[in-house]
């Protein structure tokens, strides 16, 4: 896997870039949730899968799963494409702007970070990526376990740049998202079935969910304590599943739904279990899969148009390499639940995104 160098500026002690740094931190967004006076959230840490991904398989050359190209990012600030998979803004961004840390969520491996960046949150997230090792590996994403080396390597760099105590108080009171599963269920069990012929779905389900409580073990060893871990959405739903197993009239498909349904009530008693064995930690299960669903079935409710195909191209089947440049987009994405054939348009996850961070908020504090 290709990784870009970082290239982040050095501060080398300088009292006056010091001071930069510790500018650019006070120069937030103003958030849409009002945190009580005694809370600090100085940090949001994302990991995940192209939910939540802001570019970090940029400069991978080995990964069809990347969308630094047009149509990407039409609505995106300057219409730049990212590498965020939608028009515009993706949950990780949404959520440090109504949190008023800041606007966007700088992807890691973005070669123009900045060393101010990192003492506000970073994105670890990949496009492709899952719980199950196989599910990185086919799509040549960065792995669970890579993410976490790539958070090791930001943590050296925070305390490079602030010391050991000062980023401590960061890792502990910061806010850890959690965005894997989608491409377990979806392609690596579903679509290629490669996983259908090995295990049944109940002990498919048990191994995402040991590989998922050793990750949140290793985020806990390295000071998060603030971890929301977002279930699997209505993927039987989405346009692509609606055309590859919704019959003829392409309704969802509800076996998938159902899978996904399965593996979200297990994962939330994985997470009981989970604060249990560390008291001291908040690890919350965010619901995903209810708000979505509601607004694919009830869509005209919301001001939609169209929940069952996707804005780009045809859109029953066009999402990364096939959502190009070259194919027609939808005349206004506002009116359409999904940009492509996976991924909810920006308005979709900015009508997902505030319910939830208000809802959910309280139980990290």
Same mark, same amino acid.
């Given at each position: 896997m290709v990784v870009s160098t970082m290239k982040l500026w050095l501060c080398g002690g300088c009292l006056f870039l010091r001071c930069i740094i510790l500018l650019g931190v006070l120069c937030k967004t103003k958030g849409l949730v009002k945190l009580p006076p005694n809370v600090t959230v100085p940090a949001v840490f994302v990991f995940g899968d192209s939910i939540v991904d802001t570019g970090n398989n940029n400069d991978n050359k080995l990964t069809p799963a990347k969308c630094n190209y047009p149509p990407y990012g039409k609505d995106f600030k300057g219409s730049i494409p990212t590498g965020r998979f939608s028009n515009g803004k993706v949950p990780s961004d949404l959520i440090v702007?109504?949190?008023?840390?800041?606007?966007? +969520? *700088?992807? %890691?491996? !973005?070669?123009? #970070?900045? =060393?101010?960046?990192?003492?506000?949150?970073?994105?670890?997230?990949? @496009?492709?990526?899952?719980?199950?090792?196989?599910?990185?590996?086919?799509?040549?994403?960065?792995?669970?376990?890579?993410?976490?080396?790539?958070?090791?390597?930001?943590?050296?760099?925070?305390?490079?740049?602030?010391?050991?105590?000062?980023?401590?108080?960061?890792?502990?009171?910061?806010?850890?998202?959690?965005?894997?599963?989608?491409?377990?269920?979806?392609?690596?069990?579903?679509?290629?079935?490669?996983?259908?012929?090995?295990?049944? +779905? *109940?002990? %498919?389900? !048990?191994?995402? #969910?040991? =590989?998922?409580?050793?990750?949140?073990?290793?985020?806990?060893?390295? @000071?998060?304590?603030?971890?929301?871990?977002?279930?699997?959405?209505?993927?039987?739903?989405?346009?692509?599943?609606?055309?590859?197993?919704?019959?003829?009239?392409?309704?969802?498909?509800?076996?998938?739904?159902?899978?996904?349904?399965?593996?979200?009530?297990k994962l939330s008693n994985k997470l009981d279990s989970f604060n249990q064995q560390f008291p001291d930690a908040r690890t919350v299960y965010i619901d995903v899969y209810t708000p979505l669903l509601d607004i694919i079935l009830n869509y005209q409710k919301y001001g939609y148009k169209v929940a069952n195909k996707g804005c780009c191209g045809t859109g029953i089947i066009e999402v990364v390499e096939l959502c190009n440049r070259f194919v027609p987009t939808c005349p206004n994405d506002l009116e359409y639940v999904f940009w492509d054939s996976f991924h909810p348009t920006e308005v979709v996850y900015k009508s997902l995104i505030s319910p939830i961070v208000s809802k959910y908020l309280p139980k990290f504090l």
């Open positions: 702007e109504d949190l008023g840390i800041k606007e966007y +969520l *700088p992807a %890691y491996l !973005d070669p123009n #970070l900045q =060393s101010s960046d990192l003492l506000t949150g970073v994105n670890f997230a990949s @496009g492709g990526a899952g719980y199950d090792p196989l599910t990185s590996l086919s799509a040549a994403a960065i792995s669970l376990s890579g993410q976490v080396d790539l958070f090791k390597e930001c943590i050296g760099k925070l305390k490079g740049e602030v010391g050991e105590e000062r980023s401590n108080f960061i890792l502990n009171n910061s806010f850890y998202i959690v965005v894997f599963g989608s491409n377990d269920i979806s392609n690596t069990y579903f679509l290629t079935r490669v996983r259908q012929l090995q295990y049944d +779905l *109940p002990t %498919y389900t !048990d191994i995402l #969910l040991k =590989s998922a409580s050793n990750f949140l073990k290793e985020l806990y060893q390295l @000071g998060a304590r603030r971890i929301a871990v977002f279930g699997i959405p209505p993927l039987g739903c989405i346009p692509f599943q609606r055309t590859a197993a919704g019959g003829i009239e392409r309704n969802c498909a509800e076996q998938i739904n159902d899978a996904a349904k399965f593996f979200n009530a």
